[in-house]
Nanobody, 122 residues
Framework: QVQLVESGGGLVQAGGSLRLSCAASGRAISSYAMGWFRQAPGKERELVATISWSGGTYYADSVKGRFTISRDNAKNTAYLQMNSLKPEDTAVYYC????????????????WGQGTQVTVSS
């Protein structure tokens, strides 16, 4: 079983950047699809980006061109680079792992971190 811990959240002005990290332990992430999700107050958890075992990526339309998901299997860590941040990106960001090769469905992700808060001020 894999355990996930996110870090890197914080307060940033609109237009700024943050890099989130997701450190895994217990098992190697090389055999998991990794995903970043977010949940704003009063809203459902939504997909931000995913990366497959082989590095194939998928992005929600709202973040395409601004966010980049990556993985370093040697460090057992996944990342989310967030540029050109907007106030509407404010949310708790969660890292998750799936036993599937690749998935964009929240329900396919069985392992979750505790979340890290990202707040973008206007």
């Amino acid at each position: 079983q894999v355990q996930l811990v996110e870090s890197g959240g914080g307060l940033v002005q609109a237009g700024g950047s943050l890099r989130l990290s997701c450190a895994a332990s217990g098992r190697a992430i090389s055999s998991y699809a990794m995903g970043w999700f977010r949940q704003a107050p009063g809203k459902e958890r939504e997909l931000v980006a995913t990366i497959s075992w082989s590095g194939g990526t998928y992005y929600a339309d709202s973040v395409k061109g601004r966010f980049t998901i990556s993985r370093d299997n040697a460090k057992n860590t996944a990342y989310l680079q967030m540029n050109s941040l907007k106030p509407e990106d404010t949310a708790v960001y969660y890292c998750a792992a799936s036993n599937y090769y690749s998935s964009t469905r929240v329900g396919d992700y069985g392992y979750w971190g505790q979340g890290t808060q990202v707040t973008v001020s206007s």
